[in-house]
């Protein structure tokens, strides 16, 4: 069974950086790909980057503007999101997604695994 944890959440201030990660478990890694999501209250869960089986970045440019770095490292199961430049805005719940196409982890709908989430917080 395949399980996704997310961490590195957490509370920062306006313009600093903070770095998430998704530890994944349960099937092979390195054929996975891997999604970043975000959700706040009474919105609908949004897109943020995904990182290929093959390591190349998707980004949703509305969301990061050049902000965000998405990675993964086979050798530790995990992928990552660096987030930049962070802003009250990006306040939210962050999500990791696995599937097994790229559609999978940039559509919410899409079938995939889903972490737990993780908060985070920027104050102004």
């Known amino acids: 069974q395949v399980r996704l944890v997310e961490s590195g959440g957490g509370l920062v201030q306006a313009g600093g950086s903070l770095g998430l990660s998704c530890l994944v478990s349960g099937r092979t890694f390195s054929t996975y790909h891997i999604g970043w999501f975000r959700q706040v209250p009474g919105k609908e869960r949004e897109f943020v980057a995904a990182i290929s089986a093959s390591d190349s970045p998707v980004n949703n440019i509305e969301v990061t503007k050049g902000r965000f770095t998405v990675a993964r490292d086979n050798s530790k199961n995990t992928a990552y999101l660096q987030m930049h430049r962070l802003a009250p805005e990006d306040t939210a719940v962050y999500y990791c997604?696995?599937?097994?196409?790229?559609?999978?982890?940039?559509?919410?709908?899409?079938?995939?695994?889903w972490g737990q989430g993780t908060q985070v917080t920027v104050s102004s």
């Open positions: 997604k696995g599937g097994s196409t790229i559609t999978a982890v940039t559509s919410a709908t899409a079938f995939g695994s």
